[in-house]
């Protein structure tokens, strides 16, 4: 998979994800894909300081990501 399925990919999965995270007042931005196995992301609005942000990244995101895209190792949440 080049780099750019790989981030249409990611995308798709954020995509799916958004209506979720809208629903409580946030957001979720591609930051960067790095060495095609690590996902930077930015959880923004309600979400940037909800205490369960860490779950909703690990259960919901990368889940969600992996799903789209097999070879992503991990997804990290950059801090505004």
């Known amino acids: 998979m080049s780099t750019e399925e790989l981030r249409k990919n990611i ?8 209506p979720f ?8 931005n591609l ?3 790095e060495n095609d196995e690590v996902v930077k992301v930015q959880l ?4 940037s300081s909800c205490s369960v942000n860490q779950m909703t990244l690990k259960s919901g995101v990368e889940m969600t ?8 190792q991990s997804v990290i949440n950059i801090e505004a």
């Open 65 to 72: 990501i992996k799903k789209y895209a097999p070879q992503i």
């Open 44 to 47: 923004i609005g309600a979400c």
């Open 31 to 33: 930051i960067a894909i």
């Open 21 to 28: 995270l809208q629903n409580d007042g946030g957001n979720i």
């Open 11 to 18: 995308e798709k999965a954020l995509d799916e994800i958004r």
